[in-house]
């Protein structure tokens, strides 16, 4: 751990923090205003529209995106790849972060949020896969959480605690990959009790599975962007063990990427021709159905297929941005965009800007807590008293 | 009608319902049955369990 | 309430019989839910409907719906297409008659009250109950507002109170069902002056509507719509012109609803049942591999140790006997040059002497 950071005496005033002020104020009034004047007052929702932005960004983006927690965990403890072992903290805390996000901007969308606790303790809804994902992503919060706290233990000096935590990651690990491929899944067989509603071209009885080994592109994808960016901002906290296997997880995660997509285009084509929905690839849903196809599930397949083969880092880095928006592209095409294609332009939806700007404030609430862990607790840097104790 | 069920989805809500508890039960129980199957994994020799012969 | 030996065993009774005698099924089987004999239906005759909106007009009045901003007697709203609202339980609308542009054709829209509703599969508290009258009801105590029912109702009803911030409901057509319970008859039924809407049991119903086609062919398409429309509903249509050109959809097929989410619902508890032992599985396997690898390395260090041992000890062995050669060598050089230079010595010693 270099000792820069003492003798810089940083100002609290950097533009980022200007920015994440402006949109803390901005949100904490829409908040407000959400809650004492209802949704209408805050969203472009309607009776024809009833999810929007919060339910395809916030919750269906934001899950597929905080997948690198259960992905990662899975590679080092179950498939022993010790050698991405650093890259494990900062995956759980992004997907602790990520889903404990989700949650929050939950209540902004539902319309009695306090009821929330509702069909886990009033009435179960079992026919409905809303429940399912309800129960599985409260469970996989709680997973994160205990997967977490051995980091905010051992910066509290907290170590009986922290070492029977530690003993329990195996079970954990499992029961999080349990839980993501259930959940993961069931976000996309939401879709499936409408199919009048969703084009053609995405709706497919293979949703589940669609979403789910797009979840572990978006995980394997998203370690990688974290990286990046940590690599970037936060490169004084990081530890001669991270920075000696990152090379080895870009290359590592980048290989199984390029891989996993190359199946998911597979099963994709596949879902096509069992539908046999060819002939709407030629008009305007088509060509946009093609796009993401081809620009966001083939060509970062290639590219980082490119990138391992030279062990060109930097190539995958960019791939890994570009996979992200095609998650968030894909997600976003489903709940919002050929979701409602049947109705007339004058009945689709846009989503308000102070939609828009709760998503945002949710996303820099998120980058600040990110922030303050990892400047503060050993995630990119093992703790001294802990060395070579996972 | 058959088990008391008039439509089908009185039927699934039944079957799920149950369906939900025996997950959790099974994984109370597979947790258990793991370490009942891995508790001496780290014994390094294999136990005898047949009389040796005493010459 | 406590539990007697004779209630336990009453249940353990009653589970084994049922098991024998009820017939397991699930979406995939033979078996075919035929809901409650006795439920109620409505019959719509779309050439009767003369657009006079007294339905709505009652309707709003027996749910103490709040006033629209048009009055019921004004028509020009029938110049727009309506939906459903959070103020509107049922509204109707107009359409271009195909046969003849002087008539038009007038359509009531409302919930359809399916006989399985893809709102109650969707809805996770269960807030929606598909009753024996026929009515699907609506419990506004447990809706956590999340308006997944929205989403999936495929005729586009249910509507939100987004605009209520405490005690937002979702809104639609009751089918009376209070009304119903007390004999009485819902109050669109009872409101329209044209018999367009007829209550009865859904079987006569039935009958009623295919009499009318069979007597009049010319005057009806042989279709009754909602008598097999995602699974069937209870508000039965019959119309002259095409159910497309009257806003209603004909491609929403016959399954229900809950078959549409059966499949991805019944492979939840297998991956919960089989995903531990996959991954244990491969744990196994990744360790397993770890540990002969690491027995493997420790052969391949052990093995490398002693070959260089061997190699250094020949070596040693092999400098220690050439030196001990070498010291002979010298050894014996050494002595030869000494008796060399004794002899020498005598031998001039002697000379010396023979001189005198």
């Not at chain 3, 010319?218 to 019959?238: A, F, K, N, P, Q």
């Amino acid at each position: 751990m270099s000792e820069k950071t003492l003798s810089v005496n940083k100002s609290l005033l950097t533009p980022f923090n200007i920015f994440a002020g402006i949109v803390l104020v901005i949100g904490a009034v829409i908040t407000v205003l959400r809650f004492t004047k209802g949704l209408a007052a805050v969203t472009n929702l309607s009776d024809n529209n009833p999810w929007g932005l919060w339910i395809g960004f916030d919750l269906l983006c934001g899950v597929s995106l905080a997948a690198g927690g259960f992905v990662t965990s899975a590679a080092v403890y179950i498939f022993g790849m010790k050698r991405y072992h650093s890259a494990v903290r900062p995956a759980i805390l992004t997907g602790f972060l990520g889903y404990a996000l989700v949650v929050f901007a939950l209540h902004y969308d539902v319309g009695r949020p306090w009821r929330l606790p509702y069909p886990f303790i009033v009435q179960q809804g079992t026919t409905s896969l809303l429940f399912e994902v309800g129960a599985c992503v409260a469970l996989y919060l709680t997973v994160l959480f205990i997967e977490f706290t051995p980091a905010a233990m051992e910066w509290l000096g907290l170590k009986k605690a922290r070492n029977i935590v530690v003993r329990l990651t195996m079970l954990l690990t499992i029961f999080g990959v349990v839980l993501s491929t259930l959940h993961q899944s069931s976000l996309g067989a939401l879709y499936l009790i409408a199919p009048s509603k969703l084009h053609p071209l995405w709706y497919s009885t293979y949703l589940p599975v669609y979403f789910f080994v797009s979840s572990i592109i978006a995980g394997l994808s998203m370690v990688l962007f974290e990286s990046t960016l940590s690599h970037h901002y936060f490169e004084d906290k990081m530890d001669e063990t991270h920075l000696k296997e990152n090379t080895g997880v870009t290359l590592g995660f980048g290989k199984a990427a390029s891989l996993v997509l190359a199946g998911y285009f597979t099963i994709k084509i596949i879902g096509l021709a069992i539908s046999n929905n060819w002939h709407y690839l030629t008009t305007g849903y088509g060509a946009w159905f093609l796009f993401e196809l081809l620009g966001f599930v083939a060509l970062p397949c290639f590219l980082y297929a490119v990138g391992v083969r030279d062990k060109n880092v930097k190539l995958i880095r960019w791939t890994a941005l570009l996979t992200v928006l095609g998650i968030v592209l894909n997600r976003l095409n489903i709940s919002l965009i050929a979701f409602n294609w049947q109705l007339p332009s004058s009945e689709r939806y846009f989503p308000h800007w102070m939609e828009i700007m709760v998503s945002v404030f949710i996303v820099v609430v998120g980058i600040l807590v990110f922030r303050f862990i990892v400047t503060k607790m050993p995630i990119l840097y093992e703790h001294p008293d802990y060395k070579d104790t996972h | 009608m058959e088990g008391g069920f008039y439509t089908l989805q009185d039927f699934m809500t039944f079957t799920k319902g149950i369906t939900y508890l025996i997950m959790i039960v099974s994984l109370c129980a597979i947790t258990g049955f793991w370490l009942f199957l891995t508790d001496r994994d780290t014994d390094t020799q294999p136990v005898e369990h047949h009389k040796a012969e005493h010459h | 309430m406590s539990l007697t030996r004779r209630r336990f065993l009453g249940w353990i009774g009653a589970a084994g019989a049922s098991t024998v005698l009820g017939r397991s099924a699930n979406a995939s089987s033979t078996v075919h839910f035929k809901g409650y004999a006795d439920s109620f239906a409505i019959l719509h005759d779309i050439t009767l409907c003369v657009g006079c909106r007294a339905c709505e007009a009652a309707c709003n009045k027996v749910n103490e719906l709040p006033p629209p901003e048009l009055p019921f007697k004004d028509l020009t709203v029938l110049n727009q297409k309506r939906r459903t609202t959070a103020k509107a339980f049922t509204v109707v609308n107009r359409f271009e008659n195909e046969k003849n542009s002087k008539q038009p054709v007038f359509v009531k829209k409302q919930c359809n009250h399916c006989l399985e509703p893809a709102c109650a599969s969707a809805c996770f508290v269960k807030a929606f109950k598909k009753t024996p009258e026929g009515a699907v009801s609506y419990d506004q105590s447990v809706c956590v507002g999340c308006r997944y029912c929205m989403v999936a109702c495929p005729f586009e009803i249910p509507a939100y109170e987004y605009d209520n911030v405490f005690s937002p409901r979702v809104m639609k057509c009751t089918m009376c069902h209070p009304r119903i319970l007390k004999g009485q008859l819902p109050g669109c039924v009872e409101a329209c002056p044209k018999e367009a809407i007829s209550f009865g049991k859904r079987k006569d119903i039935l009958n009623i509507a295919r009499e009318r086609i069979m007597k009049h062919p010319e005057r009806y398409l042989d279709h009754i719509y909602g008598e097999t429309e995602m699974g069937g509903t209870s508000w039965l249509y019959i119309s002259g012109t095409p159910f497309k050109q009257t806003g209603m959809r004909e491609d929403l097929g016959i399954t229900p609803a809950p078959e549409l989410t059966s499949g991805a619902l019944g492979a939840v508890p297998i991956v919960v049942g089989l995903w531990p032992v996959l991954l244990t599985g491969i744990y196994a396997i990744s360790q397993r591999k770890e540990k002969v690898s690491a027995e493997e390395q420790a052969l391949a260090v052990a093995e490398a140790v002693e070959k260089t041992e061997a190699t250094a000890k020949q070596k040693l062995a092999g400098e220690l006997e050439k030196a001990r050669k070498d010291a002979q060598k010298d050894k014996d050089s050494a002595i030869k040059q000494a008796v060399k230079k004794a002899l020498d010595e005598a031998a001039s010693v002697k000379q010396e002497a023979s001189d005198v």
